[in-house]
C-alpha cells in the first residue's frame, strides 16, 4: 500500500475566517471608504448650500433664479432686490463663448498632436500644451488685463462693434475699455484650450492603430483616415474633453473676475461689462452686509452647482448616446 | 503629387461590371502580377528582408509561410506600402506591380492601396454599423449614388459569405458581430471596391477552427477573381488554401528574411527541393 499523504483542505472554518485571512476585506473596506467619501462630499456640498440659500428662496421662491435685478445696497431709484438671472446669463454666455471658440481649436490641436505632428515636435508641444493647463488662472486673468485687453479693443470688439454691430445689436457698441463678456469669454477660451487639446490628444491616442491601418489598406487619405476612422471611435472621450473644459470655464473665478466688469446690469451687447455666478459670489460676499445678500449669493452658488450638475448629466447622456455604437468597443 | 487623384471605380454597372471585372481577372491567371527582384526591407538599420526573389502570379492564391521573425509580414505589408507611416521603414531594389515599381517617386500610396486591399490579423471593423463598415470604403472612392452602395455592399457581404447572417441586422454595430463574422466582414469591406490584390495577414490566428474553415471556403471562392496574398502560421492552412507558396526564413547570423523556396505548393508540400523547406514542413523547428 502506497502511503496516504494527508489532503490539504480548502475550507475555512467560518465566513468571517473566509473573508479575512488573507486581508483582501481590508483593502476592500479602505477603499470603500474613500469611494463612499466622494458620495458624501457632493452631498453635503448640496446639503450646505441648499440650507445657506433658504433666507432667499423664502423671500422670492424658484423667482430668484430669473430675477433680473441684483441690488444689495438700497438707492434712491432701486429698491434692495435680489435676482440671479445676470449673473446666470453671464455664466452660461461666457461659458458659451469659450466652448465655441475652444472645442473646434482644441480638437484640432489634439488632433495633430496625436495623428499629423512629426515625432520630434510631438514631445515638446505635448509638454507645452500641458504647461498651459497648469498656469493659474489669475495669471491668465492679468495677462488678460494688461495685455490682452488692448489688442482685443483694438482688433475685434471695436471693428465688429462698427461694423457687424450696428446691425446686430448683441455685437453693438459702445465697447467697454478692457471688460465685458465676449473679452472674458476669449480668455476663458484660452484657459480650457489645454484641457481639451490633451485630452482629445490622449483619447486619438488610445485609438488603436489597426483601426488606422484598416482606412488606409482601403486607400483612404490621412484626412479620410482620421475624421473617418480614428475621431469615431474616439468620439466619447472627446466630447468627454469638451465637457471637462466647459467646466472648468463655468466655475472659473478668478479670470472672470478681473475681465467681466462685475456689472448686475443686463445689456444686450457682448461688449458689455456683465458678470458671472462666481464672479459675484467672489467680489460681494466677503462686503455682504445683510443676511438676505448672503443667503442670495449662496442660492446663486447651488445654482451654479446645479448648473454644471445638468450640463454633466447632459454629457453623460451624450457620450452614452454616441458610445452605444462603437468606442466602447464590444465584442 | 500635381495630379488629379483618380477616384472613378468599375462600380457604375454594378454586378455586371463586376462580373466583367472577374472575366478580365481570370483572363490573366497565371501571369505575374506581383514581382520582388533582389528586393531588401530596412526597419532603421536593421535589414529585415534580404534579396527577395519571387513572382506572385494573378489570380492565384499564393501563401508565405515560415517561422515567427522571418519577415513574411514585412514583405506581405510592403505590398501596399502599409510602412510608409514606420518611422525609419525603407525598401530597396525592385518591387512591381503589373511591372509598375511600388517604390517608385512618382506612385501614390494611396491609389496604389485602392488596388491592393488588405485584411489584418485582428478583425478590426469600424466604429460604424455593418453597412457603414461595408459601404465606407466605397464613400471614400467617391461613390455617393445610395442605390449603387446598397447592391454594392449587399453583393460584398453576400461575397464574403456573410449576408444571411446580417441581413436583419445591418444596422448593428460592426463591433457586436462574433470574431469570425467581423473577420468576414473586414473581407467584405475589403473586396467591396474590388482591389486587383487582396493581402491577407494571418486572417484566422484570432478565430476559432470552424470561423477559420469559413475563411478558408471564402478564400477558395474568391481566387480566381482576386490576387490573394496570404501570410500563415498554418501550414495545413497553406496547404489547402494556395496554388503557390513561398518559404522564408530568418537567416541565423544577419536576422533577416530570406525567401528559401518558392513554388506549386502541391509540389513544395510534397517534394521540395531545399532541405530546410523539409525540416520546416516536417516539423523539426519553426
Not at chain 1, 475566517?17 to 467619501?37: I, K, S
Not at chain 2, 502570379?57 to 510608409?84: F, W, Y
Not at chain 2, 518611422?87 to 491609389?111: F, Q, W
Not at chain 2, 449614388?145 to 448593428?172: P, T
Request: aromatic share 8%.
Amino acid at each position: 500500500m502506497a502511503e496516504v499523504k494527508a489532503v490539504p483542505r480548502i475550507t475555512a472554518s467560518s465566513r468571517w475566517a473566509r473573508r479575512t485571512r488573507h486581508g483582501d476585506v481590508f483593502f476592500w473596506l479602505l477603499t470603500l471608504l474613500f469611494a463612499l467619501m466622494i458620495i458624501g462630499l457632493v452631498v453635503a456640498v448640496g446639503i450646505v448650500t441648499y440650507n445657506g440659500s433658504a433666507g432667499v428662496r423664502a423671500e422670492y421662491g424658484w423667482s430668484f433664479l430669473w430675477g433680473t435685478d441684483w441690488n444689495p445696497i438700497e438707492t434712491e431709484l432701486y429698491p434692495v432686490s435680489f435676482g440671479a438671472w445676470p449673473a446666470i446669463r453671464g455664466t452660461l454666455l461666457s461659458s458659451l463663448i469659450a466652448l465655441i471658440l475652444a472645442a473646434p481649436t482644441g480638437v484640432a490641436i489634439g488632433i495633430f498632436l496625436s495623428e499629423l505632428c512629426p515625432l520630434r515636435l510631438r514631445q515638446p508641444l505635448g509638454v507645452m500644451v500641458e504647461l498651459l493647463a497648469a498656469i493659474p488662472s489669475v495669471i491668465y486673468g492679468l495677462w488678460g488685463v494688461a495685455v490682452f485687453a488692448n489688442w482685443f479693443n483694438d482688433w475685434v470688439a471695436n471693428p465688429i462693434a462698427n461694423t457687424v454691430g450696428q446691425y446686430v445689436p448683441w455685437l453693438a457698441g459702445p465697447v467697454a475699455v478692457s471688460r465685458g463678456l465676449a473679452i472674458t469669454g476669449t480668455i476663458l477660451a484660452i484657459m480650457i484650450l489645454p484641457t481639451v487639446s490633451a485630452i482629445t490628444r490622449d483619447v486619438l491616442q488610445a485609438v488603436p492603430s489597426h483601426q488606422r491601418e484598416a482606412m488606409f489598406s482601403l486607400g483612404a487619405t490621412r484626412w479620410e483616415v482620421i475624421w473617418g476612422a480614428v475621431v469615431p471611435y474616439a468620439r466619447a472621450g472627446i466630447v468627454g474633453g469638451i465637457m471637462l473644459g466647459l467646466g472648468r470655464a463655468l466655475g472659473e473665478t478668478m479670470a472672470a473676475t478681473m475681465l467681466i466688469g462685475n456689472s448686475t446690469r443686463i445689456e444686450q451687447s457682448l461688449f458689455a461689462p456683465a458678470t458671472t455666478a462666481a464672479a459675484l459670489i467672489a467680489s460681494e460676499l466677503p462686503n455682504a452686509q445683510i443676511p438676505l445678500h448672503e443667503s442670495s449669493l449662496i442660492g446663486l452658488a447651488l445654482a451654479l452647482f446645479g448648473i454644471t450638475l445638468i450640463l454633466n448629466l447632459i454629457a453623460r447622456y451624450l457620450v452614452w448616446q454616441t458610445s452605444r455604437g462603437p468606442a466602447g468597443e464590444k465584442v | 503629387m500635381s495630379e488629379p487623384r483618380t477616384r472613378s471605380l468599375p462600380l457604375a454597372g454594378g454586378f455586371a461590371a463586376t462580373a466583367a471585372a472577374r472575366a478580365r481577372a481570370r483572363e490573366g491567371v497565371g501571369k505575374t502580377k506581383i514581382e520582388a527582384v533582389n528586393f531588401n526591407f530596412y526597419y532603421g538599420s536593421f535589414k529585415a528582408l534580404d534579396k527577395i526573389n519571387l513572382a506572385i502570379p494573378q489570380g492565384e492564391v499564393t501563401a508565405l509561410i515560415g517561422p515567427s521573425g522571418c519577415g513574411k509580414s514585412t514583405l506581405l505589408r510592403a505590398i501596399n506600402r502599409m510602412h510608409d507611416k514606420t518611422p525609419g521603414a525603407r525598401a530597396e531594389g525592385l518591387l512591381t506591380i503589373d511591372g509598375e515599381s511600388i517604390y517608385g517617386d512618382e506612385v501614390d500610396p494611396i491609389l496604389l492601396r485602392r488596388r491592393v486591399g488588405m485584411v489584418f490579423q485582428r478583425p478590426n471593423p469600424f466604429a460604424k454599423s455593418v453597412f457603414d463598415n461595408v459601404a465606407y470604403g466605397l464613400r471614400v472612392l467617391g461613390e455617393r449614388n445610395s442605390k449603387r452602395i446598397k447592391e454594392r455592399v449587399e453583393w460584398a457581404l453576400r461575397r464574403a459569405a456573410l449576408w444571411d447572417e446580417v441581413k436583419d441586422r445591418l444596422n448593428a454595430t460592426g463591433t457586436s458581430l462574433s470574431g469570425g463574422q467581423q473577420q468576414r466582414l473586414c473581407i467584405a469591406r475589403t473586396i467591396a471596391v474590388e482591389p486587383e490584390v487582396v493581402l491577407m495577414d494571418e486572417p484566422c490566428s484570432a478565430l476559432d477552427p470552424i470561423s477559420t474553415l469559413k475563411i478558408e471556403e471564402l478564400i477558395a471562392d474568391l481566387r480566381g477573381s482576386f490576387t490573394i496574398v496570404i501570410v500563415t502560421h498554418n501550414m495545413q492552412q497553406a496547404a489547402r488554401v494556395s496554388d503557390y507558396t513561398a518559404f522564408m526564413l530568418m537567416d541565423s547570423q544577419t536576422r533577416a528574411g530570406q525567401l528559401v523556396e518558392f513554388g506549386p505548393t502541391a509540389r513544395l508540400f510534397t517534394n521540395p527541393t531545399d532541405p530546410r523547406t523539409e525540416a520546416y514542413l516536417s516539423g523539426h523547428f519553426g
